[in-house]
């Protein structure tokens, strides 16, 4: 099957110009003869102006004009995750081929709907879950989906790093209830999302979360930090550990503990991946994962726009399963159900 195009280059449109956009713009850049950015939009002139002039293409304010124009075959979504349903149900709608950032959408319900109309349509909804293209991670899914850490009996994901600055940034959209950038939904998420996609579903969750910000600093609504733990169907247990006040360089650990071989990785750590087999191992590192601390989760975007890409032009399914970016989005859910019953046990 060849792509919307017929093999030539995927024409891709771009709503939404804010914090993240500039990895996934370099991202698509780089698949030079693959794929070609036609069309930019965002609501804010100050975002949209400098790209499209940068990229020397047209502008829009209203995503449904950059929507309604022929030569974009496929648009990449990063906008609020209020706005993640309806733009994603608009682009579909007009024939477009969607990929949107994580969460798919704010709630599982909408996603699975979303999903389903993709596929009414024949058309390809892809998520731009980075995590599923952080290279160490990759490695890893390849240890588990070979049986090399045996019975596994405990994950554990992290993730820290600083978000202050925005939280003080008064004009930011950001610091307002749980569809900011707040430790559920915006973090932990990523970590649910990789659960699902090398372990299978989760079971139960119970969580509690830490609102620094929201005590200190006017205006923020969203939760800082979380601790969500619980257990997964394939017998493990789990715990997604969130900071977003810790002053260091983001990073992320990712830790996955069976009987056979337990494997650390860290992502501002050199060497990132480290493999221990069995209890007096005291570790080697997995060569093939290079040390990447300032660019790790840039490199993994692209990684992800390659795939988006090459899916429509080889006709394939992308790599992130939709089924397992909904599932992540109803562990979260369940996460904010078990705060606001105290941190009790919730069945996802
Ligand atoms: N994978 C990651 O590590 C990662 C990191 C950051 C953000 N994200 C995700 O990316 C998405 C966007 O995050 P961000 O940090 O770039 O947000 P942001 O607030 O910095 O940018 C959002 C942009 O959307 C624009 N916008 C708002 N409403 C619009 C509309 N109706 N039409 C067109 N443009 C509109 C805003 O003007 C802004 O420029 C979110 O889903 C977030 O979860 C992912």
């Known amino acids: 099957m060849t792509g919307p195009t017929g093999g030539g280059a995927i024409r891709i449109g771009i709503i939404g110009l804010g914090r993240v956009s500039a990895d996934h713009v370099v991202g698509y850049r780089a698949l030079a003869g693959e794929a070609e950015i036609t069309a930019v939009c965002d609501t804010d002139p100050a975002a ?16 449904r004009e950059l929507l309604a124009r022929a030569d974009v075959d496929a648009v990449v979504v990063l ?6 349903g309806p733009v994603v149900r608009d682009a579909l709608t007009a024939g477009k081929h969607v990929t949107v950032e994580k969460p798919l959408a ?40 070979r049986g090399a850490p045996g019975m596994v009996r405990l994950v ?12 003080r940034d008064d004009t930011a959209p950001w610091k307002r209830q749980e569809h900011g950038f707040a430790a559920i939904l915006d973090a932990a998420t990523h970590f649910f999302y990789v659960l699902a996609w090398m372990f299978g579903p989760v079971a139960s969750v119970q969580a509690i979360t830490r609102n620094w910000a929201a005590t200190h600093l006017p ?3 969203v939760e800082d930090g979380a601790l969500v733990t619980g257990t997964l169907h394939c017998g493990a247990f789990f715990s997604v550990e969130v900071g977003l006040t810790l002053e260091l360089p983001w990073g992320e650990r990712f ?28 570790g080697v590192p997995l060569a093939r ?4 601390p300032r660019t790790w989760r840039a490199s993994s975007m ?7 890409v090459r899916a429509l032009q080889e006709g394939r399914a992308p790599a992130v399963d939709t089924v397992h970016a909904v599932h992540a989005v109803r562990v979260a859910e369940a996460a904010y159900r078990s705060v606001r019953a105290g941190g009790t046990m919730q069945t996802v």
């Open 48 to 63: 949209l102006l400098p790209v499209a002039t940068e990229l020397g293409v047209d502008g829009y304010r209203d995503h």
């Open 79 to 84: 906008l609020p995750h209020l706005l993640h």
């Open 106 to 145: 704010a709630t599982a319900a909408e996603g699975e709907q979303l999903a389903a109309l993709a596929t009414k349509l024949g058309l390809v909804l892809a998520v731009s879950e980075n995590s599923r293209f952080v290279e160490s991670y990759m490695q890893v899914a390849d240890l588990v989906a």
């Open 156 to 167: 554990r994901g992290l993730i820290y790093g600083s978000a202050v600055d925005e939280y």
């Open 219 to 221: 205006g923020v609504e």
């Open 255 to 282: 830790e996955v503990y069976g009987d056979r071989a337990s494997i650390v990785c860290d992502q501002l750590r050199d060497p990132p991946v480290i493999v221990h087999r069995g209890a007096r191992d005291p």
């Open 289 to 292: 994962v290079p040390a990447e």
């Open 302 to 308: 692209a990684r992800g726009a390659a795939d988006f």
